[in-house]
């Protein structure tokens, strides 16, 4: 998600600027500072001044997890989805695996039975507009949990829950890297262990991983860090060259995905 840069420095304030971008300062606490540089696919000249004390630093890049637009628009529509009732989620399935077929049938029925086909077209209208209608509903109960269609660069927070939160490194369109945060009190009640199941499982699938082998993966990773308290960091999952790595602080549970 990010590079740590850090170091000792005898003023008060530490001024560092990132390639030609605007020039920041940092607190020096106990002789010592740091601070966070967003990665990026392109190599990062940092330029840091202690008083009259200058050095370099340079962020190597990393491989971004693809585009941010067609990650957002693939997650929001399986979010939305997850929302619709069990039954209309399997016809959805089914009519997207059919449409083909579906369109060369009525289009044979057209040219023997205009009048069949004709129903049976006047039937598909009736089903959409079922379908929109339980779309738009569900949509509108998955609001807080949709990701924005556009980021801005930079690490924010995209979604921001009392279950979940997910943060995104974004650098010129590109999604760097991903967390996924929940509070630990969360994942000791149903409805959290579920939300929390749900949005992992959403952005495992949507970076084209195998969730159902992460998300095993991952209990063993939570069993052992039970047994090691003391442990605020365990090891990397790495499915279809996408790297799941688990931290843990008094009170959150952080899921970095990066590439």
Avoid: C, W
């Avoid at 491989?63 to 067609?70: E, H, I």
């Amino acid at each position: 998600m990010t590079a740590v840069i850090k170091g000792t420095a005898k003023t008060k304030r530490v001024n560092y600027q990132v390639d030609n971008q605007a020039k920041k300062s940092v607190a020096v606490k106990g002789g010592t500072y740091f601070f966070q540089v967003p990665t990026s696919t392109t190599k990062q000249s940092v330029k840091i001044s202690a008083g009259n004390t200058k050095k370099s630093v340079t962020v190597y890049p990393v491989k971004s997890l693809g585009n941010y637009k067609k990650f957002a628009a693939k997650y929001n529509q399986m979010m939305i989805a997850s929302y619709l009732p069990t039954k209309t989620q399997k016809q959805l399935q089914q009519a997207q695996k059919t449409q083909a077929t579906a369109k060369k049938k009525l289009a044979a029925l057209a040219q023997t039975d205009p009048a069949a086909a004709a129903v049976a077209v006047q039937q598909q209208q009736a089903a959409a507009k079922k379908l929109q209608a339980k779309m738009a509903t569900a949509k509108h109960q998955a609001k807080d949990e949709l990701l924005p269609t556009t980021a801005k660069d930079g690490l924010k927070n995209l979604v921001d829950t009392k279950y979940t939160t997910v943060r995104a490194n974004v650098q010129d369109g590109k999604l760097m890297g991903l967390a996924l945060m929940t509070p630990i009190k969360q994942m000791k009640e149903k409805t959290g262990q579920k939300k929390f199941g749900t949005t992992f499982a959403l952005l495992g699938t949507t970076l084209d991983t195998e969730p159902k082998t992460v998300m095993k993966k991952f209990k063993k990773v939570l069993k052992d860090a039970k047994k090691n308290s003391s442990s605020t960091t365990t090891k990397t999952i790495t499915s279809k060259g996408i790297k799941f790595n688990t931290g843990f602080s008094t009170d959150t549970l952080y899921i970095y995905m990066t590439k």
